[in-house]
């Protein structure tokens, strides 16, 4: 079983295609979404409808601190580009979009495996983890062999040993990493729709569940493209800049 | 696991000879079904009574060993059990002997120690291009195949840049040889390929006196000393040690590693090529550092701020090493000035680079004739004078170029062989322009071209104008 895993894709539709066909291309044959499908991006219908439709075939999908503000529930942490833009992505949904993100859990638990957009330790908080403390907190809460999750933007990883410490782990694009299960695994999969890591190519990651193996991958997409319909759609100008510079 | 021995079977595979007990692993020979590649099986000791780092050097192992592939200085990892059921490694059986089987000879005679630490150097470089440190180097894990190249083996406690650092979870033990081991990883730093170099340094230290440079350590106290601590230089210990092996010696053993070698080349490009070390202090140095100054480190040491692991750019790149092959007749100013100009050019695009100036001559010997300059030291001295001045105007350090005068038949092939021993990045060689060079030298640069284990430029003088 190869799980395809996909965070903050932030309406970019481009960056969640060219990941989905990257997965699909290795043999992807199950998909999680880890919350925050919309916010900064021009395509918040397209890409909920897509991650709908995967959902309707058996993906995990969580809600994200993004998709909870457009849904009314007020988050002053937001930054003022990121509130232009929760207003124009609330405008441009329909009903059937509100409700898609409405229906949307906080976790799902799978067997051995939590998905969460933030940290496990109260994922209504939006935790972000940045550091050994948050990934220690998240992964006695979680309580799972594999917790995957979102919200940081960067990739990382994170593992528990015998020591029953957390050691951290920036993964290189592309090696396998083996996580064996007598370890326990936080990964932070990366941000498909808004890398923030001085590169523009889109994050996300392949978990081979069977043969115990994590691969995080990043994907060129056309992100000249996303940034153009940003700017045609009105958002803030430093939104389609930071497609452009992944920073 | 107990019940194990010769004739079990594991995975289909089944256990031959019992060749290594170690506090560890167990290792059999293989036998049964004959492959291309003779094998062994090692086996970590689990279980009740046996250490937790067993079986993440048994993870790592596999880990490093897998990543790696194949190559010439490391086993080649073919088949493995998983760590929860059933644990091994099947790898290549490399036959050689063991650096081990010098212990008991020592001390070991300067040039054969120069020319088995080479090859060491070389292994490492090797690992060290390829993101892993080994950071347990001891005798009694390199071998060397018969045509002299070191291999290094049990990667339980190696490092790969690539990949997640499962021991440094046992971070507050200083795991490895403690022996061999490096100051900062007295502390716990796990991820500096520069360890390998001191290790390589106390290992030389070792067979070059047949003493341990900071004795046996029982304890953390005595262990933590190394951290302030130099040790007694090679020649008060054997009084006829050559001042350029215990400059290289004692640069290894450097307490900062920043003050080492910055690559494994480069202590195997000074252990290749013993002429050319730049000899310092420490090359002469006759005692310890003074008790007032091991007293200001000692208390230093109580919060030792061991130096930053090199990033993995550089650690994939160690210092470039640039081979200008000029021609023995090449008098011709423009060509000369064309090469300069191009050395210039590639020092400046990375400042750890080093030239090294060749020139391949017929042997001596052939020549010898009755005036001075013709006979084998005069025209060698004639050739390295020349290679000198071609660089005086370059303007380098010392330490950043070396000059070489081959004697060989064949030009080329001497050049190329040179470039193989010593790792060499880049070789420059000036394109023939009339008389006795455009006869002689073109069949050389296209030799070279078509056969260097590295990039080639032929630098060609800009045309007359």
């Given amino acids: ?247 | 696991m107990d019940s194990l021995g010769p004739g079990s079977e594991i995975d289909g595979f089944r256990l031959g000879e019992l060749i290594h007990v170690g506090s560890m692993a167990s290792i059999y020979r293989l036998s049964g079904p004959a492959g291309a590649l003779p094998l062994i099986i090692k086996i970590p000791r689990l279980g009740p009574g046996e250490r937790a780092v067993n079986v993440i050097a048994f993870e790592v192992c596999r880990m490093v060993l897998g990543a790696l592939g194949q190559g010439r200085h490391h086993p080649t990892l073919v088949a493995f059990g998983d760590v929860e059921t059933t644990p091994y490694l099947v790898m290549e059986y490399v036959e050689g002997v063991r650096l081990n089987d010098w212990v008991d000879r020592t001390p070991v005679a300067p040039e054969e120690l120069a020319r088995l630490g080479a090859a060491v150097a070389l292994a490492l470089d090797d690992l060290h291009r390829r993101g892993v440190a080994h950071l347990d180097l001891k005798p009694t894990n390199v071998l060397y195949r018969p045509s002299g190249e070191a291999v290094l083996v049990d990667f339980g406690l190696a490092h790969h840049s690539d990949y997640p650092d499962l021991l440094a979870e046992e971070f507050r033990t200083p795991i490895g040889n403690w022996v061999y081991m490096a100051p900062e990883q007295v502390v716990g730093v796990r991820c500096d390929p520069r360890s390998d170099i001191f290790a390589l340094g106390a290992i030389l230290y070792h067979l070059a006196t047949g003493r341990f440079p900071f004795g046996n350590p029982l304890t953390r106290a005595q262990l933590r000393e190394r951290l302030y601590r130099d040790p007694m230089p090679p020649r008060a210990v054997v009084a006829g040690t050559p001042g350029w092996l215990q400059e290289i010696i004692l640069r290894c053993l450097e307490i900062d590693a920043r003050d080492r070698y910055a690559s494994a080349a480069d202590a195997a490009f000074d252990l290749t090529n013993p002429a050319q070390v730049t000899q310092t202090e420490r090359g002469a140095r006759k005692r310890t550092a003074s008790w007032g100054t091991r007293m200001r480190r000692r208390i230093k040491a109580r919060r030792f701020d061991p130096a930053p692991c090199p990033p993995p750019a550089i650690r994939a790149g160690p210092v470039p090493i640039i081979l200008v092959a000029l021609g023995p007749f090449q008098s011709d100013e423009i060509s000369l000035e064309a090469l300069r100009d191009a050395v210039r050019r590639l020092i400046a695009a990375d400042v750890r680079s080093r030239v090294a100036c060749a020139t391949a001559v017929p042997p001596a010997a052939a020549l010898s004739g009755a005036r001075d300059e013709e006979t084998a030291t005069g025209r060698h001295i004639k050739h390295l004078v020349a290679l000198r001045q071609w660089a005086r105007p370059l303007q380098l350090p010392e330490e950043r170029v070396t000059y070489h005068v081959l004697e060989s038949e064949k030009p080329a092939a001497a050049l190329i062989d040179y470039a193989r021993m010593n790792d060499v990045d880049h070789i420059l060689v000036g394109a023939a322009r009339g008389g006795v060079p455009a006869r002689l030298f073109p069949r050389v640069s296209a030799q070279i071209v078509a056969e260097a284990p590295c990039t080639v430029t032929v630098v060609r003088p800009p045309p007359e104008s």
């Fill in chain 1, 1 to 247: 079983m190869k799980l395809a895993l996909f965070a903050d894709i932030h309406s970019n539709l481009e960056a969640l295609t060219a990941c989905l066909a990257h997965a699909q291309a290795l043999g992807a044959d199950r998909y999680a979404f880890l919350g925050d499908l919309v916010g900064y991006g021009a395509d918040p219908v397209a890409v909920i409808d897509l991650i709908e439709r995967h959902a309707m075939a058996g993906a995990a999908v969580v809600l994200g601190n993004h998709d909870a503000a457009v849904l009314g529930r007020h988050d002053d942490t937001l930054n003022s580009n990121a509130q232009a833009a929760i207003a124009w992505t609330t405008a441009q949904l329909g009903a059937r979009q509100r409700d898609f993100l409405a229906s949307l859990p906080l976790t799902v638990r799978d067997e051995n495996v939590l998905f969460v957009h933030a940290s496990a330790a109260a994922p209504e908080q939006w935790i972000y983890v940045t550091g050994l403390r948050e990934a220690e907190e998240s992964m006695k809460v979680g309580d799972a062999g594999y917790i995957f999750c979102g919200h940081v933007h960067e990739q990382k990883l994170y593992y528990i040993g015998a020591s029953g410490r957390p050691m951290p782990f920036k993964p290189v694009p592309g090696t396998p990493i083996p996580t064996g299960t007598h370890r326990r695994w936080l990964a932070i999969v990366g941000s498909a729709g808004q890398p923030r890591d001085h590169n523009n190519k889109a994050c996300y990651a392949l978990a081979d569940l069977d043969r115990a193996r994590l691969t995080f991958y990043r994907v060129a997409y056309d992100h000249g493209l996303a940034a153009r319909k940003i700017r045609a759609a009105g958002l803030p100008e430093r939104v389609a800049r930071r497609l452009e510079r992944g920073a």
